[in-house]
């Protein structure tokens, strides 16, 4: 079975560091593309970014280039989005999904990172 | 980056009715386009790939149509498990894969 299995909720203050994680099983990590998407509270899903764990190859969306850092670490089947330092607007729940390769959909999904930013 | 602009944002139907939502692109992308169901506090799952292909386990009463920049999915007689929002994404333009902005289907 095919299963995305992200981290638990995390709740920082802002400036911190932050990295959470998505594990895969069930399938070959390392030949399956892996995104992020965010969505803040009660608006619609933004696409992050994506990487290819086979060779780390990544891509990021032009909205969050250089606002996150995605990677990932095939040898634990495990994909990461990390901040460096936190805002209160990085409140949101965080999404992981897999595809298996350009133009192909993202058919499977983790259950979600919710990240509360706040003094 | 490609917007994708979703209507309407708020959709009112009786179970049982035809709902159609529609979805745009600014530019082609071509039939690279998903829709993805959310439900309140739960995990979008994909409904439809290639603009008009289901998702395993997907009922048939889910349709999808279009290429190029205009799209509509189409859920034949709604049920009660079908109120949700309702998101499509185009894949054909890396990496910005952009979503719509949502068309919420609520009972009316």
């Known amino acids: 079975e095919v299963q995305l299995v992200q981290s638990g909720a995390e709740v920082k203050k802002p400036g911190e560091s932050l990295k959470i994680s998505c594990q895969g099983s069930g399938y070959s990590f390392t030949s399956y593309w892996i995104g992020w998407a965010r969505q803040m509270p009660g608006k619609g899903l933004e696409w992050m970014g994506i990487i290819y764990p086979g060779d780390s190859d990544t891509k990021y969306s032009p909205s969050f280039q250089g606002q996150v850092t995605i990677s990932a670490d095939k040898s634990i089947s495990t994909a990461y989005l990390q901040w460096s330092g936190l805002k209160a607007s990085d409140t949101a729940m965080y999404y992981c999904a897999r595809s298996s390769g350009r133009y192909r959909p993202f058919d499977y999904w983790g259950q979600g990172t919710l990240v509360t930013v706040s003094s | ?108």
Not at chain 2, 35 to 42: D, L, M, S
Not at chain 2, 55 to 61: D, E, L
């Open chain 2, 1 to 108: 980056e490609i917007v994708m602009t979703q209507s309407p944002a708020t959709l009112s139907v009786s179970p049982g009715e035809r709902a159609t939502l529609s979805c745009r692109a600014s530019q082609s992308v071509s039939s690279n386009l998903a829709w993805y169901q959310q439900k309140p506090g739960q995990v979008p799952r994909l409904l439809i790939y290639g603009a008009s292909t289901r998702a395993t386990g997907i009922p048939a009463r889910f349709s999808g149509s279009g290429s190029g920049t205009e799209f509509t999915l189409t859920i034949s007689s709604l049920q009660s498990e079908d109120f949700a929002v309702y998101y499509c994404q185009q894949y054909n333009h890396w990496p910005g894969l952009t979503f719509g902005g949502g068309t919420k289907v609520e009972i009316k």
